[in-house]
C-alpha cells in the first residue's frame, strides 16, 4: 500500500482567463452534431489532467506560452471547438455555430512541486477545482465555450496541462486527436499529422428512422427504492490492477473463460465486488454498461481523423442476487455478449432512437459504468516536454450523476509495473464492503491474503 501523504495543500495564482481563437480566418458556418453526439448522456464538460515532469532541453521556454500559441495553431483545423452551441427547439437537435470566437484559457502558477503530488500520480487529485478552475458561466452545454485550457506552472520546472471539455463535441478518441495535434503545433510542425474529419452525419439517424435492437440502456428505469447513489457521503478511491492481480481474478474463471480481455475480467470483478457492496433488494435488476468504441465496427470503419463520439453504451443486466451468488464467469459471460452486440447496424439503431424518443440519458439507477482510457493514448502528448507523467481522467464518477463511472487509466505503479488503476467512487460504508470483496478476489492463495496491510491493491490518494 503505497504511504498515505498528508493532505495536499497548495496555492495557485491564476491570471485572467482569456479567449484564444483561431490563430487564422476560419469559416462562419453552421456545423450539425451527430446523433450519437447530442444525447442527453453526453450534455456535460468532461475534465482531463496531464503532469508533466520538468525538461532540461526545454530551459527558457515557457510550457504556458508555446501551449498558448499551438492552441491556436490547432483551432485553425479544429475550428468547432471555438464556436459555440445552438439547440433547435423544435427537435433539441445540436449544432455548432462556427464563430471562431476561441476556446478559454487559463494562465497559472502553483507553489508546489510536482514529487509533492507522491510516487504514484493518480486520481482523485489535491487541488483539482484550483488546477482546472471552472470560470463562472462558462460550464453550459449551449451558448458556452466549448473547451477550457488551464496551464499551471510547478515551482519543480514541470507543469500541469488540465482541459474540459463538452462532451458532446468528442469521445476521448477524439479528444486526444486534438491534444496530440496542439502537441505537433508545440514542437513547431506545421500541420496535423492526422487531419480532422467531422462527417457528423455517418452517424445520423436514418430516414425513416427505425429501432432495430433492444436498447436496455435507454430504459426508463424509475427509481423506486432510491437506490441512485447518496451524493453527501462519497468516498473516492484508487485501486491498482498489475498483471498478478489480473491472473489471480483468471484463476476464478474456467478455463474456457481465461483467454477472455483484461477489460472484461476487470469489468466483471467490480460490477460483482460493487453491487455486494451497495447490497441492493436481492430480486433487483443490476446493470454494467460496457462504453464500447464503434470505430472499427463500421464497413467500411469510420475515417481516421473523426474526432466526433463513436462509441455506444450497450448494457448488461442480472439481478442482484445472481450477480453476487453465481461465480465470476458468470458476470463475465454477460459482458463479453454485451460487447459482442455493437455493430455498425446497432450504433444506427440508437441514432434512429434518439431522434424518435427524443434524444434521452441512459439509464443511470442501479447501473455501473466503465470506460476504458488504456487505449486512448492520454499519456502519449508531448507539448515538447516528454510524454505525460500522469495523463487521463481527472476523477472518477464524472457526468450529472456522481458515483456511477469509472474510468481504466494505464498507470506504472512506484514499483515500477505496468497496470490500470481504476478511481472508484462510493459511499463510505459501501467502500468498506468494496474493498473486502475486492481483496479476497486478488488474493493470490490461501498463505498469501492480499488484504495484508503490506501489499493491498488499495493505492492512498494524495488526498
Not at 55 to 75: H, T
Not at 397 to 422: C, D, H, Q, R, T
Not at 440 to 446: A, G, L, Q, T
Amino acid at each position: 500500500m503505497a504511504a498515505s501523504n498528508k493532505t495536499l495543500t497548495f496555492k495557485v495564482t491564476r491570471q485572467n482567463p482569456e479567449l484564444i481563437p483561431p490563430a487564422k480566418p476560419t469559416p462562419h458556418e453552421f456545423k450539425p452534431l451527430s446523433d450519437i453526439d447530442d444525447q442527453e448522456g453526453l450534455r456535460f464538460q468532461i475534465p482531463v489532467i496531464q503532469f508533466y515532469r520538468k525538461n532540461p532541453s526545454m530551459e527558457g521556454k515557457d510550457p504556458v506560452g508555446v501551449i498558448r500559441a499551438a492552441v491556436a495553431e490547432a483551432l485553425v483545423y479544429y475550428y468547432p471547438f471555438a464556436g459555440r452551441l445552438r439547440e433547435s427547439t423544435a427537435d433539441r437537435k445540436l449544432v455548432v455555430e462556427c464563430t471562431g470566437e476561441g476556446v478559454i484559457f487559463i494562465e497559472a502558477d502553483a507553489d508546489v512541486a510536482l514529487r509533492q503530488f507522491g510516487g504514484t500520480l493518480q486520481p482523485p487529485f489535491p487541488g483539482l477545482e484550483e488546477l482546472l478552475y471552472d470560470v463562472p458561466g462558462s460550464g453550459g452545454v449551449v451558448d458556452c465555450p466549448l473547451l477550457l485550457i488551464q496551464v499551471t506552472r510547478l515551482k519543480c520546472g514541470g507543469f500541469i496541462f488540465a482541459l474540459r471539455l463538452n462532451h458532446t463535441m468528442s469521445d476521448a478518441a477524439g479528444l486526444v486527436q486534438f491534444m496530440s495535434a496542439v502537441g505537433e503545433f508545440a514542437r513547431g510542425a506545421k500541420s496535423p499529422t492526422i487531419p480532422p474529419v467531422w462527417e457528423r452525419h455517418l452517424l445520423n439517424a436514418r430516414d425513416p428512422p427505425r429501432v432495430s435492437f433492444t436498447h436496455h440502456e435507454y430504459d426508463v428505469v424509475p427509481d423506486t427504492k432510491g437506490t441512485l447513489i447518496p451524493v453527501d457521503d462519497m468516498v473516492h478511491r484508487s485501486f491498482f490492477f498489475g498483471a498478478a492481480e489480473i491472473s489471480a481474478l483468471r484463476n476464478h474463471l474456467p478455463p474456457h473463460l481465461r483467454r477472455c480481455s483484461t477489460f472484461e475480467i476487470l469489468t466483471a470483478c467490480l460490477w460483482r465486488c460493487r453491487t455486494i457492496a451497495i447490497s441492493p433488494d436481492p430480486d433487483e435488476i443490476v446493470r454494467v454498461i460496457c462504453i464500447v468504441n464503434s470505430r472499427t465496427r463500421f464497413n467500411p470503419p469510420l475515417p481516421e481523423g473523426y474526432y466526433g463520439n463513436a462509441f455506444a453504451f450497450p448494457v448488461a443486466i442480472s439481478t442482484a442476487e445472481k450477480l453476487s451468488e453465481n461465480p465470476l464467469g458468470y458476470a463475465l459471460d454477460l459482458i463479453r455478449k454485451t460487447k459482442s452486440e455493437v455493430t455498425e447496424e446497432y450504433m444506427k439503431s440508437v441514432a434512429d432512437l434518439m431522434v424518435i424518443r427524443g434524444r434521452p440519458h441512459f439509464a443511470v439507477v442501479r447501473t455501473y459504468l466503465v470506460s476504458d482510457l488504456t487505449h486512448a493514448g492520454f499519456e502519449e502528448v508531448d507539448f515538447g516536454w516528454g510524454k505525460a507523467a500522469y495523463g487521463g481522467a481527472a476523477k472518477g464518477g464524472v457526468g450529472a450523476i456522481p458515483g456511477v463511472a469509472s474510468f481504466y487509466i494505464p498507470l506504472k505503479n512506484n514499483k515500477g509495473e505496468n497496470g490500470i488503476v481504476v478511481p472508484v467512487c462510493l459511499p463510505a460504508n459501501a467502500m468498506e464492503v468494496f474493498v473486502k470483496e475486492l481483496e479476497m478476489m486478488v488474493k493470490r492463495n490461501d498463505n498469501d491474503l492480499l488484504a495484508t496491510q503490506n501489499s493491498s491493491i488499495f493505492i492512498a490518494s494524495a488526498l
